[in-house]
């Protein structure tokens, strides 16, 4: 049975997301300080989808480890590599190939930075079909952590010890914060042993190698990516975790310690803004995550929680319109493709900002542009839902997944 206040939640994180891809995506009060900033602090969609994924598969049917991985990694996967290959197919139409030598190069490179590398170069037009992408490798990395912190959270009982994790991520994004510099410490090192007297470059001498087969035309940057991509797994692993205390939350009240917490994590937020010097700006603090980040995103959460009820109501009232709740129905089944697929939304809407509404009232603007992007989105998870039934190859699901 489902569990109704969870698919409202799941509803309201992804029509979040949509909202803060309008008010950035197309460029709203991107150039005036204050309204950027204040549009900075609505910036909780993301961290609010990861904490229903860990609260829906903790109360899912218990699964072995490769059942779980196949199912959740089916999820992202089959959906993604559709869109993927949708846009390399627009991409080889709409760019002009001197000869065949060069598309079979786009060809390799292209399928290479979607299917493998999960970097999305070689697209057409704008990067705004990418934008949203980082999601996919984060997710994944997440999911594999997920019944590790699942089994965790289940064999302890007393809450002081199922919060270990969540103190220990919180502090790895604290620490990940920081340049270490640990690549470089650990070769300086090595020289002191007389070990590595020269400088190598195995690293560019491999990538070197590999671009004699054409497969790796980029500076790939793995070391920065493995750094950062910690960072993302770190902060919203955090959330996930959290997500496994959801039942626990909302059957057991207590609004007293939710304010407390929200105040304590607000106060921090703006005292780290004011004395340590930290961007109030929390776009700048949410790609990679910091711990100004998190605080922040946990504070946000908790205020959620304490309208929880108010908010439940009204999405409620809202659904008792037909056509609306349609609209939120699309959002609660289909969010993952609507997350994958809603760009091919904003290219449309970007036409119509720059062909239609120029020289309009920014504000004007914005909430048609809402107004437009929150139930054509929903429009296109419904047409591309298709793609989350799309069979595992030799693999039968057992009932009651």
Request: hydrophobic letters at 55%.
């Amino acid at each position: 049975m489902r569990n109704e206040k969870l698919d409202m939640f799941r509803g309201l994180a992804m029509i979040w997301v949509i909202f803060n891809h309008t008010t950035y995506w197309l460029g709203f009060y991107y150039y005036t300080h204050w309204p950027a900033i204040i549009k900075s602090w609505l910036l909780i969609g993301t961290q609010l989808f990861f904490f229903i994924a860990g609260a829906s598969n903790g109360m899912a049917r218990k699964k072995n480890l490769p059942e779980f991985y196949l199912i959740r990694f089916k999820r992202i996967l089959f959906p993604y590599w559709v869109y993927a290959l949708i846009c390399i197919i627009i991409t080889c139409f709409t760019i002009h190939f001197t000869s065949s030598s060069h598309f079979f190069y786009f060809i390799k490179a292209a399928l290479y930075s979607w299917f493998i590398a999960f970097n999305h170069q070689w697209c057409w037009g704008t990067g705004m079909v990418s934008w949203a992408l980082w999601f996919v490798s984060v997710y994944l990395l997440v999911m594999l952590l997920f019944p590790f912190l699942r089994k965790f959270y289940e064999k302890f009982i007393t809450l002081k010890i199922r919060i270990i994790p969540l103190v220990l991520l919180a502090i790895l994004v604290f620490l990940l914060q920081f340049e270490w510099g640990i690549g470089e410490k650990l070769l300086g090192h090595s020289k002191m042993v007389f070990l590595l007297p020269f400088e190598w470059s195995i690293g560019e001498k491999l990538l070197g190698h590999s671009k004699m087969v054409s497969l790796l035309p980029f500076e790939w940057g793995i070391g920065e990516r493995l750094l950062e991509h910690s960072k993302m797994v770190s902060f919203y692993a955090f959330f996930t975790y959290l997500g496994l205390f959801f039942t626990e939350i909302f059957e057991k009240r207590k609004t007293g310690i939710a304010i407390i917490i929200a105040s304590i994590c607000m106060v921090a937020t703006v005292l780290s803004i004011i004395f340590l010097n930290q961007s109030p700006n929390m776009q700048a603090n949410k790609f990679p995550p910091n711990f100004l980040f998190l605080i922040y995103s946990l504070g946000f959460l908790t205020i959620l929680y304490i309208f929880s009820d108010s908010i439940f109501k009204f999405i409620t009232y809202i659904k008792k319109n037909t056509i609306l709740n349609w609209i939120y129905t699309q959002y609660v089944k289909h969010g993952v493709t609507i997350f994958l697929f809603h760009p091919f939304v904003f290219l449309l809407l970007v036409w119509l900002q720059k062909s239609i509404f120029h020289g309009v009232r920014e504000i004007i603007v914005l909430i048609v542009m809402l107004l437009l992007s929150i139930p054509l989105s929903a429009v296109i998870g419904y047409l591309f839902s298709w793609v989350e039934k799309i069979p595992i190859p030799f693999y039968k699901p057992k009932k009651n997944i």
